[in-house]
């Protein structure tokens, strides 16, 4: 399928692989895919055949990626589906999105994932790919089939929000991960001593009577995971870092030469604890906002 050349003018183009960020222009040739770029400048006298479109110092970067979407389907297609998320995806500029596995079924085996990715060419919105659960079920008890889901088309395995208290499970998790060579991303919260939060424990918590979560219950379960990770060669995606204390653990594993990247969320870089106010119930996330201290030091 051919297309009508297309050359955006007038842009700030943001360019990550070279590092550019500023005006420019670009052109997308009849196959769709990106012909010329004119860092700084325009692409010159331009043939009566290209539709020229005045950006007009609106940003023109490539695709989001979300590594970590959550979906109805399948199993709560009234409150989602695959197309809707996908419009959605499209319509804030995220060309490819990771569905999280804990739906109804849990995409915990290779048909699942099949399953999805039918789904999703069917639909042809956005890229879409399944991330499997690290256990059946995502309970943290039997591990899953990784391998099979990794060859079905699974991008990394995580049981999502829920972290493998198990540290034996994390450890054959990882093991087995490793001889596929697939990604685990895993949630870094100590489970007891967050159970039923809505803050992070401190003074704020403290006066608005709020039940709170600790910093170091973060910390404490980044810990074990990184420990595991220089056990096993695995790679590790923490799921979410949020706390300074956790960085600090982040940063000297790193600093070890581990195979370990993180993710935070947009929440914890723009709200602090002191935005829940007067109990705005829409500002409860797990992990809970957290002082402002951390909030800086996530940025």
Known sequence: MTQRPTAFVNARLV???????????????????????AQGGDL????????????????LAPGLVDLRVKTGEPGAETKETLKSAGLA????????????????????????????????????????YPAGAATKGCRGERMAEIGL???????????????IVDSKVLRRVLSYAKSFGVLVAHRPSDPWLAHGAAATEGEFAGRMGLASVPPIAEKIM?????????????RLLVDQV??????????????????????????????????????????????????EDDRQATI
């Open 242 to 291: 949020t706390t300074a204390c956790a960085l600090e653990s982040l940063a000297r594993g790193k600093a070890k030469g581990l195979p370990v990247t993180a993710t935070t969320s947009i929440n914890h870089l723009s709200f602090n604890e002191i935005d829940i106010g007067d109990y705005r119930t829409f500002l409860k996330f797990d992990p809970p906002v957290r002082g």
């Open 222 to 234: 980044l810990e074990r995971d990184l420990a595991l990770v220089e056990l096993t060669g695995a």
């Open 89 to 128: 995806a499209a319509a804030g500029g995220v060309t490819s999105i990771v569905l999280q596995p804990d739906t109804d079924p849990v995409i915990d085996e290779a048909s699942v994932v099949d399953f999805i990715l039918r789904r999703t060419r069917d639909i042809e919105l956005v890229h879409v």
């Open 44 to 59: 010159g006298s331009l043939s009566t055949d290209i539709e020229v479109i005045d950006a007009r110092g609106a940003m």
């Open 15 to 37: 360019d990550p692989a070279s590092g550019w960020d500023g005006p420019g222009a670009l052109l997308v040739g009849q196959d769709g895919k990106i012909a010329d770029v």
């Open 149 to 163: 889901m990794a060859e079905a088309g699974c991008v990394y395995v995580t049981d999502a929000d829920r972290p």
